[in-house]
């Protein structure tokens, strides 16, 4: 069984765990923007970068959700994506507001497929039901090559790490 911690306290992960090494599964999630269908893992033919974050609207997830924007501004050949359980409209209030443009927001709360297919949704806990913070890269053919369960949910990501492992 997977685990991250909520301030300091073990919180169990719920789903399918995926680890490097393994196929990405290719799940469907709705993007803030304009509520459409984007698919996200598999096999795409480019490199995926996929962040996940519990909400943006903490301050922990918006800083991460600010900083990517940044630092994939300039990478070719990468889809850069969030997701959350956030509401779309929320997401794209978010998204306007703090000007994100080089990353496509999005939103698994219809079903919750994409937190169960890889591991991140978190049990029980006051947190239970939405997802923990990670970081998963996916190469052209689908498999993943990178992952970060970040070990304390209020803490950010190693983002050197995610960016060198996407370049």
Known sequence: MATTKFKGTDVELIGNEVNVGDKAP???????AGLGDVVVGGANGTKQLIIVVPSLDTGVCATETRNFNAKVADLSGVTATIVSLDLPFASGRFCSAEGIDKLTVTSDFRNKDFANAYGVLLGGSVLAGVTCRAIFVVDADGIVTYKEICPEITE????DAAIAAVS
């Open 26 to 32: 290719a799940i469907t999630v709705v993007n803030s």
């Open 156 to 159: 950010e990501p190693n983002y």
